[in-house]
């Protein structure tokens, strides 16, 4: 395993030549490729950006199959890379590095992107980056709007809940995380007992609209905790009883799943703020005299609600808050090539012998001292 800390930078930046990636995405339900360049002075602009969702093949079964998004990818990445760098107006001649994911995922996806990428990389003789989809969800933010480090991150996706002090590339400490389920599988689990569709995170947001929040009561986990953990498996359980238990039909049975639905929202809402909340407080006193930032990324942050409390929180608390463009909140392929040029940048590339690695997490230090992440749920969704 490498770099806890970021390698001291090259002498002269300046002369570092501008660095244009090809990314390949593949850890999960999307097949995704995209072209990115990042000047010496750490401009960044996004190319090309393809994504193919798998939605349609998974949708039947509720839920990611994984031999199947295995196959998809399989089927689709070689015409996936062509056109990303077709639409990028990019030949390979041009490409300076190549950025595949390597984990953490559904291990026979990542398996593809990066054997797709090692084989691109020795072919061209170009440098590879295996990496940390984690890390990608970390620079999303970069793509559209200048972020300095360090920062503050809460990354909330379908597998992950942690909040994380982001020093500089690959240094990355963690401040807290979730005890059983993401945010993301809290929305997609709890909309499945509402009867929405796979992907249920969108379909509950949408079902919200003009909800009322305030009509059942759902527990706030973890409030007046002193870390900054999350846990929304009371949340699912009381959700799930109480959609169990709607009784209308027709429109008021509408209105009940759409009342249900904004009390879920608001209270995944409240807790991801009041732990957001939390850290920033550790934070600015870690960081006293700096600029303080606030960052969310991952596919929950495309949530509406989710980011209008959370940058309300980060103002109250004296940060800059910053969320990715929507299209970059959700898995992608330009934050795997942002991720591999800013390691580029410095350096930084990794042995065509990577491993594919189901689980990794972003801050090795909490991850070798805490052995929860060597076996249990704690490693896989924190
Ligand atoms: O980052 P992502 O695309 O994949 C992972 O790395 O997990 O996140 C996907 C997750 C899913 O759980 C999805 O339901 C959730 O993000 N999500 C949302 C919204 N859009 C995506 N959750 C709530 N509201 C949304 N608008
Ligand atoms: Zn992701």
């Not at 990428?117 to 999303?140: C, D, M, Q, T, W």
């Not at 796979?198 to 919200?208: Q, R, T, V």
């Amino acid at each position: 395993m490498r770099l806890l800390q970021e390698p001291a930078p090259p002498r002269n930046r300046m002369t570092l030549p501008t660095q244009t990636v090809l990314g390949l995405e593949t850890s999960c339900d999307e097949t995704a490729a995209a072209v990115v360049r990042r000047a010496p002075n750490g401009a960044v602009e996004v190319l090309s950006s393809i994504i193919a969702s798998q939605i349609a093949a998974h949708a039947p079964f509720g839920g990611v199959v994984p031999e199947i998004a295995a196959r998809a990818h399989v089927e689709s990445i070689d015409a996936i890379a062509a056109e990303a760098l077709r639409a990028a107006g990019v030949g390979f001649d041009r490409v300076t590095g190549i950025a595949a994911t390597a984990g953490p995922g559904l291990v026979g996806g990542v398996m593809v992107g990066l054997s797709f990428g090692k084989a691109i990389a020795l072919a061209r003789g170009l440098p590879l980056v295996a990496v940390n989809h984690l890390e990608g969800h970390a620079v999303s933010a970069r793509l559209a709007t200048e972020v300095a480090y360090p920062f503050l991150l809460l990354l909330v996706s379908g597998g992950h809940c942690q909040l994380l002090a982001v020093e500089g590339v690959g240094a990355c400490r963690r401040l807290g995380s979730t005890i059983d389920d993401a945010a993301g599988e809290a929305f997609d689990k709890i909309a499945k007992t509402l009867g929405l569709p796979y992907p249920g995170g969108p379909a509950l947001e949408a079902l919200a609209q003009g909800g009322d929040a305030q009509r059942f009561p759902l527990p706030r986990m973890l409030l007046g905790r002193k870390d900054c953990d999350f846990s929304f498996s009371g949340l699912k359980t009381a959700a799930a009883r109480i959609a169990e238990g709607l009784t209308g039909e027709g429109k008021t049975g509408d209105i009940e799943r759409a009342d249900l639905a904004a009390a879920v929202q608001a209270a995944i809402a409240t807790q991801l703020a009041e732990r957001s909340d939390r850290a920033m407080a550790a934070y600015a006193v870690e960081h006293a005299g700096r600029d303080l930032r606030f960052v969310v990324a991952g596919g929950v942050a495309a949530n509406r609600a989710v980011r209008a409390r959370l940058q309300a929180t980060a103002e109250g608390r004296g940060f800059s808050f910053t969320a990715p463009p929507l299209a970059y909140c959700t898995d992608n392929a330009a934050m795997i090539a942002l991720a591999g040029a800013e390691r580029l940048a410095l350096g930084m590339s990794d042995l065509l012998d990577a491993p594919a690695r189901p689980r990794w997490p972003l801050d090795a230090a909490a991850a070798n001292a805490n052995p929860t992440h060597l076996a249990g749920r704690k490693g896989a969704k924190a």
